[in-house]
């Protein structure tokens, strides 16, 4: 399990979901865009409930251990999977139009 620490506040959530959070708010940082994530956390009062994410190039989050006393682990494999799939897309180089390498190639066969 992980705190993560956001906009003042902090929330338990399991390591997986914490770590898919932060790499895909490092990409879109880079990207200078923004994106909201809805994971499921844990509150201070040990209800689970769903937080939305504002991530973009202004988000600090920040995610630290938790020890294992803390209560079951909150997994969401689909969830992981897709922030991971978003991060991907956005982190995928960009091919650029090239002039052409060879002009009058055509002109010498």
Same mark, same amino acid.
């Given at each position: 399990?992980?705190?993560?620490?956001?906009?003042?506040?902090?929330?338990?959530?399991?390591?997986?979901?914490?770590?898919?959070?932060?790499?895909?708010?490092?990409?879109?940082?880079?990207?200078?865009? /923004? !994106? $909201?994530?809805?994971? %499921? #956390?844990?509150?201070?009062?040990?209800?689970?409930?769903?937080?939305?994410?504002?991530?973009?190039?202004?988000?600090?989050?920040?995610?630290?251990?938790?020890?294992?006393?803390?209560?079951?682990?909150?997994?969401?494999?689909?969830?992981?999977?897709?922030?991971?799939?978003? /991060? !991907? $897309?956005?982190?995928? %180089? #960009?091919?650029?139009?090239?002039?052409?390498?060879?002009?009058?190639?055509?002109?010498?066969?």
């Amino acid at each position: 399990m992980k705190t993560v620490i956001y906009a003042g506040d902090a929330f338990v959530t399991g390591d997986a979901i914490a770590d898919a959070v932060l790499r895909y708010s490092r990409i879109l940082a880079e990207a200078g865009t /923004a !994106d $909201t994530v809805t994971i %499921p #956390v844990r509150r201070r009062d040990g209800v689970r409930v769903d937080a939305t994410l504002l991530l973009g190039p202004a988000s600090q989050i920040v995610a630290e251990s938790q020890p294992d006393d803390e209560g079951e682990e909150i997994e969401d494999g689909g969830l992981v999977d897709e922030l991971n799939a978003r /991060a !991907d $897309t956005r982190d995928a %180089p #960009v091919g650029l139009p090239v002039d052409d390498p060879t002009p009058g190639w055509d002109d010498q066969l």
